[in-house]
């Protein structure tokens, strides 16, 4: 990681004007990920072509809490924090606060420069700061575990496994005490 780069990347609040980029960088992930030949995680559809994708976009921008990363004043990555997991998403309640990312996204054009890294770390330090100590994140398990391995490199530790249909899941969690 270039740390110059990551000293430059900006999060701001995001809202519902940022909801066409945050579109634009989930269809760009799909393309990355097909190319990659991974097909199982988000599909093959283009995100903005999924039936409600633009509509969950829109709700995450003004339903929940979304973060813009910005390099140059150009969004290269998004975050949307929640107070618990999707309720489409079989998880269970946390039994205590959280903050959970309902969604993490970069540009894949800006890969490997800490745009993730940035946010997750964005996401701690508001969790923090609103007196929660417990962080929370479902991902993709399948694969060879790349993105699971991602969030533990971020200082999450799995927590327990789950199935939504055939999509294999992940459960991971931060203590930030």
């Known amino acids: 990681m270039n740390h110059d780069i990551a000293r430059a990347i900006r999060i701001r609040p995001g809202g519902p004007a940022d909801a066409p ?26 995100y903005s072509q999924k039936p ?3 509509e969950r976009v829109r709700r995450y921008t003004t339903e929940q809490t979304p973060y813009l990363a910005e390099l140059g004043g150009t969004p290269v990555g998004a975050m949307v924090l929640g107070s618990g997991p999707s309720p ?6 946390a039994g205590e606060p ?30 923090r700061r609103a007196g929660v100590e417990l962080l929370r994140v479902d991902c993709w ?15 999450f530790a799995p927590a327990s496994r789950f199935m939504s249909g055939d999509w ?10």
């Not at 959280?98 to 969790?127: F, K, N, Q």
């Not at 060879?144 to 533990?152: H, M, Q």
């Open 21 to 46: 980029a945050v579109l634009d960088m989930l269809d760009g992930a799909v393309a990355w990920m097909n190319g990659r030949g991974n097909t199982q995680q988000w599909g093959t559809t283009p």
């Open 52 to 54: 409600g994708g633009a």
């Open 88 to 93: 489409q998403m079989p998880i269970a309640a």
């Open 98 to 127: 959280e903050r959970y990312v309902r969604l993490l996204v970069s540009d894949r054009r800006h890969a490997g420069l800490g745009i993730g890294a940035a946010l997750l770390a964005h996401a701690a330090e508001e969790t």
């Open 141 to 155: 398990a399948g694969g060879g575990g790349e993105l699971v391995a991602f969030y533990e490199r971020n200082g």
């Open 168 to 177: 294999p899941g992940q459960v991971l969690t931060r203590r930030l005490g």
